[in-house]
């Protein structure tokens, strides 16, 4: 198993926001989970949004938060991309019943509030956002398990 490589981002605004989660995209595929973690209103869903719409090549996709529907499915030509908000989940048997824990074979699937999975995947990219001066965000990303080389060389460059 591959040790965890810790790597810094810092966002000044929506927009660069918005840059990262498209260049981010271009090298994330099927079988990668993305766990974004951080205080509420610190910029999860807006990352996750950012990826979306650059997957689905569509600036302008309406992608809503998955706060009370767990979880939106899209489709990005063959690839399918899922995008969860663990939030409200009741218990870890909801992660079942919605689907979860397969599409993480298959799939893109990004999770906000990783931490009401009590067992996630070994494989996976977690992204920490913090909120800093002047409106900024810190995004910590840390790496666990082998093949995220592409995606490290992308957040470095943005680095």
Same mark, same amino acid.
């Given at each position: 198993?591959?040790?965890?490589?810790?790597?810094?981002?810092?966002?000044?605004?929506?927009?660069?926001?918005?840059? %990262? @989660?498209?260049?981010? #995209?271009?090298?994330?595929? +099927?079988?990668?989970?993305?766990? /974004?973690?951080? *205080? %509420? @209103?610190?910029?999860? #869903?807006?990352?996750?949004? +950012?990826?979306?719409?650059?997957? /689905?090549?569509? *600036? %302008?996709?309406?992608?809503? #938060?998955?706060?009370?529907?767990?979880?939106?499915?899209?489709?990005?030509?063959?690839?399918?991309?899922?995008?969860?908000?663990?939030?409200?989940?009741?218990?870890?048997?909801?992660?079942?019943?919605?689907?979860?824990?397969?599409?993480?074979?298959?799939?893109?699937?990004?999770?906000?509030?990783?931490?009401?999975?009590?067992?996630?995947?070994?494989?996976?990219?977690?992204?920490?956002?913090?909120?800093?001066?002047?409106?900024?965000?810190?995004?910590?990303?840390?790496?666990?398990?082998?093949?995220?080389?592409?995606?490290?060389?992308?957040?470095?460059?943005?680095?």
């Amino acid at each position: 198993m591959n040790a965890a490589t810790d790597l810094t981002v810092t966002s000044t605004s929506d927009e660069t926001t918005d840059q %990262l @989660g498209r260049r981010m #995209s271009s090298a994330l595929v +099927a079988g990668d989970l993305v766990t /974004l973690s951080g *205080p %509420l @209103g610190v910029g999860k #869903s807006h990352l996750s949004r +950012a990826i979306i719409r650059a997957m /689905l090549c569509d *600036p %302008l996709a309406q992608v809503p #938060s998955p706060s009370y529907t767990l979880v939106n499915v899209y489709q990005a030509g063959k690839l399918e991309i899922w995008h969860a908000d663990l939030y409200r989940l009741g218990d870890a048997s909801e992660l079942t019943e919605i689907g979860l824990e397969d599409a993480v074979d298959h799939a893109l699937v990004l999770i906000e509030w990783p931490e009401r999975w009590a067992n996630l995947p070994t494989r996976r990219l977690d992204l920490t956002l913090t909120f800093e001066p002047n409106d900024a965000r810190s995004i910590k990303a840390r790496t666990h398990g082998g093949g995220w080389d592409e995606v490290l060389h992308v957040l470095r460059a943005s680095a």
